[in-house]
């Protein structure tokens, strides 16, 4: 059985454990203000928000339900549009009707969630994070200015906000029913309830993948949900290592502050991962295990020389098998991977960046939010002064698998930064891809977008020394 709280009732659900949140609301709860659109986490028309008990706080992220496993959301609260309800319209409501950013309606409920999760969040709003928020939100006839407008509005009115007791604040002001105020005590009454994993069984991780690639069958499938598996979670920093658990998502990594100070332009690159929702959801260990040549995590931690931990089944008595292995050695073809089904992807290290690191990546992709890659790359340099002492470099959509540049990244070190020593490794790079043309382009073109890539990198280590017409010439 799955114990969590909808709105305001707690809900014991004996539904099978890998059926989607939105089945649950909409057929079994019988709550329709949760759309269906696409159900494969592209257009928000089904958006809810997810709270949980963290310590004393119960934190809540926007999250799509189509994607979402039943068994992901024990001990959790659910919060659906009818759960935002009040006796008048609330003020993120009243916002898109001051705006007009709805026509049709079928995706306000999706907007309307997404926005109401800054009222929730220990964030001082501003216009660009109400629209950020957002960003997982698809609308077909309002128009997005109008929808940006109410985002706006609803930013100013959080301007005064407790960022410390946002819950108790905005419950006192009238943004959230009075419920909310009592969920924490009540989340805690549910805790622990997670039944012994039944092997085999499916790694459920966020189930953004999983959902997508494999809809009808995951519904009865036997699953094993990493979400709740805290020994999969958090950030640490040891000896000149960071260390990340397998089950951070991207918005764990995009909400570390000490992540982000070592990659300071770490941010702007999870910015083009996907949408908040997807981000709150996808986790790491997901985007190298489903093994897609695009994978932009994948891409990243690679050319930061990363190393995984994967863990064996617990055998009664004996400790866990623990292996190590670069990641980029996980791939060795096609989604295949140097790995056992039952292995689980425990954690990731790398080797913190120091003053003489210079990390990039980048991504071309048909729209820049909400898209998967044509072609992307990271690239990770160490420098002893004006020559290139170490590099790692990535690429994806270019080959069968996420490609670690080795021949590039070889050829790269003991050379000077400089436009020649560029051209020279994107000659060494042609000869080490063979992408293929797809419905992202044909092979010549994703050649081209890899060299232009390239380019971009070395502008964006080298902001001092290149310019983009010396650098091209
Ligand atoms: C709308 C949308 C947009 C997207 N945009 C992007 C994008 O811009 N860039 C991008 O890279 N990806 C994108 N994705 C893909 C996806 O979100 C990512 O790949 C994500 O990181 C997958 O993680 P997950 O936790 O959801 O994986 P899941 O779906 O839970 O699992 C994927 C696979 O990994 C296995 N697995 C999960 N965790 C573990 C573990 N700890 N150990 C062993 N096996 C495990 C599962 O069994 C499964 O086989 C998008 C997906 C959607 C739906
Ligand atoms: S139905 Fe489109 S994101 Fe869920
Ligand atoms: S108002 Fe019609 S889809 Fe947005």
Known sequence: MTRFI???????????????????????????????????????????????????????????????????????????????????????????????????GFCTPGFVVSLSGCCLSREKITEELAVRAIDGNICRCTGYKSIERAAASVAQQLAQKNTEEPITWSVEKGFLPAYFAGIKER??????????????????????????????????????????????????????????????????????????????????????????????????????????????????????????????????????????????????????????????????????????????????SKRTHLDIASVNTAIRLELDGDTIREAHVSAGGVAPIPKYLAHTSVFLAGKPASPETVHAAIKVMNDEIAPISDARGTADYKRLLLRQLFFAHFLALFPERFTLKELVA
Do not use: W
Not at 222 to 234: E, H, T, W, Y
Not at 318 to 327: E, G, H, P, V
């Open 6 to 104: 909808l709105n305001d009732t707690l809900v014991e659900s004996t539904a099978s454990p890998g059926t989607v949140v939105l089945d649950i609301v909409r057929y079994h709860q019988q709550l329709k203000g949760t759309k269906i659109g696409c159900r494969e986490g592209d257009c928000g028309a089904c958006t809810v928000l997810v709270g949980e008990l963290n310590q004393e706080r119960v934190e809540y992220k926007s999250m799509t339900s189509c994607l979402l496993a039943l068994a992901n959301v024990e001990g959790k609260h659910v919060v659906t549009v009818e759960g935002l309800n009040m006796e008048g319209l609330s003020p993120v409501q009243q916002a898109m009707v001051h705006a007009s950013g709805t026509q049709c």
């Open 187 to 364: 989340l805690k009454t549910i805790q622990g309830g997670t039944e012994a994993t039944i092997d085999p069984a499916i790694l459920v991780a966020g189930g953004t993948d999983l959902y997508v690639q494999k809809h009808d069958s995951m519904h009865h499938a036997v699953v094993r949900p990493l979400a709740n598996d805290a020994s999969l979670k958090g950030i640490r920093f040891e000896h000149g290592e960071c260390i990340i658990g397998g089950a951070c998502t991207a918005a764990d990594l995009l909400n570390s502050v000490e992540l982000n100070d070592h990659l300071p332009k770490l941010e702007q690159h999870l910015l083009l991962v996907s949408s908040t929702p997807i981000r709150n959801m996808g986790t790491l260990a997901g985007n190298f295990v489903n093994a897609s040549p695009i994978g932009d995590l994948t891409a990243m931690f690679i050319a930061l020389d990363s190393t995984i931990t994967l863990s064996g089944p617990a055998i009664p008595g004996q400790a866990r098998n623990d292996r190590s292995i670069k990641l980029r050695d996980l791939f060795k073809g096609y989604k295949q991977l140097d790995k056992s089904p039952d292995e689980l992807v425990t954690s990731l290290r790398f080797t913190l960046p120091g003053k003489n690191t210079r990390f990039n990546f980048e991504k071309v």
